[in-house]
């Protein structure tokens, strides 16, 4: 779980290409779309994930979503990108909830675009889901590196609302042979963020 993890936090480098450290803001349980225009000034608590959008049994472990991140390269400048980071939580899966924020739904567009292929992860896309302005899902079967009976599904969800454009990434444990689709609940928390 680990690799999988480490991995989600590696590809969220990559697309900023960044090294700050983490803070811990509160958790307000607020969400809207980012507002046109957007500035680094606005509060990035409120494009994240909270725990009125998840199921009972999620506990937030690490939250980078109010870092100040010196960005130098990649789709993030390349689209003037105004925020990024991410919220780890745990529960019944891991979930990773990954958000940049630009000036304007245009932007917004082009980094989805450019930074597609490796928010994706190496995973099977799906069809999509139809939430937001765009989104994709993606889902797929990792083994575990040295466990061989454990297998870790995984199902993300890459979106644009405005000009946010959010990742959401959710892994769990299967063993054996009973297949587990946590893909419906990724979808439902998904929507329950995007609703206004």
């Known amino acids: ?25 509160k958790d307000t349980g607020t969400n809207t779309a980012a507002p046109h225009p957007v500035t680094a000034a606005a509060s990035p ?20 979503s109010a870092e100040a991140l010196k960005v ?22 891991i979930l990773v909830d990954s958000r940049w924020v630009f000036p304007s739904s245009a932007a917004a567009a082009g980094f989805f675009r ?12 799906q069809p999509d889901p139809g939430l937001g302005d765009e989104s994709r899902l993606y889902t797929g079967v990792v083994r575990h ?3 061989t009976d454990l297998r870790l599904r995984s199902a993300l969800c890459y ?6 454009v959010a990742k959401v990434f959710l892994a769990w444990e299967q063993r054996g ?19 206004k």
């Open 114 to 125: 450019d930074a597609e292929a490796i928010n994706a992860e190496g995973l099977k896309r």
């Open 72 to 93: 130098t390269s990649g789709p993030y400048v390349k689209h003037k990108g105004v925020h990024t980071g991410y919220r780890l939580w745990k529960g019944p899966g």
């Open 159 to 164: 979106v644009r609302q405005g000009a946010v």
């Open 145 to 147: 590196p040295t466990l």
């Open 1 to 25: 779980m680990r690799t999988l993890l480490l991995s989600t936090v590696i590809l969220l480098a990559a697309c900023t290409d960044s090294g700050s450290k983490p803070t811990t803001p």
């Open 45 to 64: 608590g409120r494009w994240y994930l909270h725990r009125n959008h998840l199921p009972a049994g999620f506990t937030l472990v690490r939250d980078q």
């Open 177 to 195: 042979e009973t297949v587990v689709d946590k893909t419906p609940l990724l979808l439902s928390i998904v929507k329950s963020w995007l609703k």
